[in-house]
T-cell receptor, first 111, second 114 residues
Framework: QKEVEQNSGPLSVPEGAIASLNCTYS??????FFWYRQYSGKSPELIMS????GDKEDGRFTAQLNKASQYVSLLIRDSQPSDSATYLC???????????FGSGTRLSIRP | NAGVTQTPKFRILKIGQSMTLQCTQD?????MYWYRQDPGMGLKLIYY???????DKGEVPNGYNVSRSTTEDFPLRLELAAPSQTSVYFC?????????????FGAGSRLTVL
């Protein structure tokens, strides 16, 4: 079983709608989770981090963490064309130093 | 403040050649990482370091070596390059490991092995 799994997409969402991205992980010891955004040809950049069960909101972005079910999700409200990118989930591994990434979900916002 | 600097940006190698990808950060970060990203895929951890003199393997360490003699530098060595090592390589660093940590990435090094 892979340590972290994401749907590769592409996920196509109309402008103004809610985009929902999901990620499951296998390491029950993991405590910290991250969502990174990567534009084509660029380096990843952090959108949000979350380490407590529940929701965490930052502007149009909401991260959700459910440790019992071992999944973390990212909701993007009022999707904009500029949100078109690959979204990578990541977690801090059981070694407490390794940061492991998923395979990424490609999101396309159609006008 | 340059952040994380990677060199070279692009390189073409022949099968069997060796080379070193350089990574330097000027933020006094203890933790440094090397990732590779194949086309359309996520990041795979190659090696990481928690401080000068300390390195450890990641998910895909075979065919690579690292060293960390200073806090600033974390070079990645490829021995006997193979086509399977064609990828984009990212170096990243962070000052601490916590729930709030942010990885600062370099711009990437695109390597092609022919």
């Amino acid at each position: 079983q892979k340590e972290v799994e994401q749907n590769s997409g592409p996920l196509s969402v109309p402008e103004g709608a809610i985009a929902s991205l999901n990620c499951t992980y296998s390491d029950r010891v993991s405590q910290s989770f991250f969502w990174y955004r990567q534009y084509s040809g660029k380096s990843p950049e952090l959108i949000m981090s979350i380490y407590s069960n529940g929701d965490k909101e930052d502007g149009r972005f909401t991260a959700q963490l459910n440790k019992a079910s071992q999944y973390v999700s990212l909701l993007i409200r009022d999707s904009q064309p500029s949100d078109s990118a690959t979204y990578l989930c990541a977690f801090l591994g059981s070694s407490a130093s390794k940061i492991i990434f998923g395979s990424g979900t490609r999101l396309s916002i159609r006008p | 403040n340059a952040g994380v600097t990677q060199t070279p940006k692009f390189r073409i190698l022949k099968i069997g050649q060796s080379m070193t990808l350089q990574c330097t950060q000027d933020m006094n970060h203890n933790y440094m990482y090397w990732y590779r990203q194949d086309p359309g895929m996520g990041l795979k951890l190659i090696y990481y370091s928690v401080g000068a003199g300390i390195t450890d393997k990641g998910e895909v360490p075979n065919g690579y070596n690292v060293s960390r003699s200073t806090t600033e530098d974390f070079p990645l060595r490829l021995e006997l390059a193979a086509p399977s090592q064609t990828s984009v390589y990212f170096c990243a660093s962070t000052p601490i490991i916590s729930g709030a940590n942010v990885l600062t990435f370099g711009a990437g090094s695109r390597l092609t092995v022919l």
